[in-house]
T-cell receptor
């Protein structure tokens, strides 16, 4: 089954404690992306990757890092999380057409 | 810069009604347009993808149209059901390598 998976699905952490949210896709897609979704602000892109070792900033990249060492994986790294990074995070991938989304990671930073 | 607007922000209808959700975008030079459904706290499910050369796409009770020149798309839902209750998001892609730009969605509630 074609899918995008994210882990963990829920995470509560404290300010400053480094964390990584993993994302994996099984569709051999070159393009992958991370979004955050906040009430009233909609979906905003954090980072995207056109292919292995190629990443670029989206609209809200501050406080986040990404890496793309393999085609299937695109982890999101928060080196020093802060409460304003409390949000619902989505990973996505696409080939030439439809963009597919993961189930989301709900992150709370205390 | 591309901007995507969805009107209305929320809509409540009785079961069985046909309804139309609207999406407008400011730059008509799009590669494709995609409609998604999102249930509360869940991920996005792709409903329909319309390429820039197409005028409409259909899937079951859903029909999406695209008018690039006027910067508009509509999602038509026939014979609405309570299970259709969700937020519907419209997104446009500016080029083959472009990123998706999302509207803020229309929250649909279908009452039994």
């Amino acid at each position: 089954e074609a899918q995008v998976t994210q882990n963990p699905r829920y995470l509560i952490t404290v300010t400053g404690k480094k964390l990584t949210v993993t994302c994996s896709q099984n569709m051999n897609h070159e393009y992958m992306s991370w979004y955050r979704q906040d009430p009233g602000l909609g979906l905003r892109q954090i980072y995207y990757s056109m292919n292995v070792e190629v990443t670029d900033k989206g609209d809200v990249p501050e406080g986040y890092k990404v890496s793309r060492k393999e085609k299937r994986n695109f982890p999101l790294i928060l080196e020093s999380p802060s409460p304003n990074q409390t949000s619902l995070y989505f990973c996505a991938s696409r080939g030439t057409g439809t963009q597919y989304f993961g189930p989301g990671t709900r992150l709370t930073v205390l | 810069k591309q901007e995507v607007t969805q009107i209305p922000a929320a809509l409540s209808v009785p079961e069985g009604e046909n309804l139309v959700l609207n999406c407008s975008f400011t730059d008509s030079a799009i590669y494709n347009l995609q409609w998604f459904r999102q249930d509360p706290g869940k991920g996005l499910t792709s409903l329909l993808l319309i390429q820039s050369s197409q005028r409409e796409q259909t899937s079951g009770r859903l029909n999406a149209s695209l008018d690039k020149s006027s910067g508009r798309s509509t999602l038509y839902i026939a014979a609405s059901q309570p299970g259709d209750s969700a937020t519907y998001l419209c997104a446009v892609r500016g080029g083959s390598q472009g990123n998706l730009i999302f509207g803020k969605g229309t929250k649909l509630s279908v009452k039994p």
